[in-house]
């Protein structure tokens, strides 16, 4: 680390890195409208996973970066276990952008210097009021869902019927009384909301950074 960053709070760091992973992700999603001559056919990823679970009209099995080209199973697979989990987290934090913007924090205060859960400000302003110790705590507690809770059969946990399916073998919230259609549109509308959430949440971070006046979220 360089004297400059050695200088820098932890908040500081997290919020330049947050804005270096927007721009990073701003320029990858720039590729899908690349020339045609510049682009993965996505003929053969459509006949080899046209059947998998969220090919569905009018995409299909959509892949515009070619990232399943000369794919297996066992890459799907890996890809799929990705997005799903990118998806859940997306969904979990657009809930709490719109839950903290219309008013609702946890009562009481966040440390014992006094800093309260409702004055801390929203989106990219809560890096800057939270407390350092208080990321440390985020960062340990999400590393440690990672290593020991959230993991499927590819990760040492028992076999789950599907990929993304976390129960480990202790959690069911009645799963296994729903019959294979029901299944089928349950994981589907998880996987679709997963994809929305993760572009709602993109913009939602986005425009805060370029200053405008978001609709309906801003007037929260």
């Not at 970066?65 to 990118?86: C, I, Y």
Request: charged share 20%; net charge negative.
């Amino acid at each position: 680390m360089n004297q400059a960053h050695a200088h820098k709070p932890l908040t500081q760091l997290i919020y330049e890195t947050m804005k270096l992973i927007v721009a990073s992700l701003l320029a990858g999603s720039a590729a899908a409208f690349a020339p045609a001559s510049q682009m993965v056919s996505s003929s053969a990823v459509s006949m080899a996973f046209e059947n998998e679970l969220g090919a569905q009209p009018p995409l299909g099995c959509f892949d515009p970066l070619g990232l399943l080209e000369d794919a297996d199973q066992a890459r799907f697979d890996r890809l799929r276990f990705t997005e799903l989990k990118h998806g859940r987290v997306c969904m979990l934090a657009f809930l709490g952008q719109i839950t903290t913007r219309s008013g609702i924090h946890l009562k009481g205060d966040i440390d014992y210097s006094g800093t309260s859960f409702d004055s801390i400000g929203n989106g990219w302003a809560a890096l800057e009021k939270m407390p350092q110790i208080g990321l440390v705590q985020m960062i340990a507690f999400v590393g440690f869902l990672e290593l020991f809770v959230m993991r499927d059969s590819a990760n040492g946990a028992e076999p789950g019927d599907f990929v993304g399916d976390f129960r480990n073998g202790y959690l069911d919230f009645g799963w296994d009384r729903f019959d294979e259609e029901t299944k089928m549109f349950k994981r589907a509308a998880e996987l679709n909301n997963g994809r929305a959430a993760m572009l709602g949440i993109l913009g939602l971070m986005v425009h805060e950074q370029l200053g405008t006046n978001m609709p309906v979220i801003g007037q929260l």
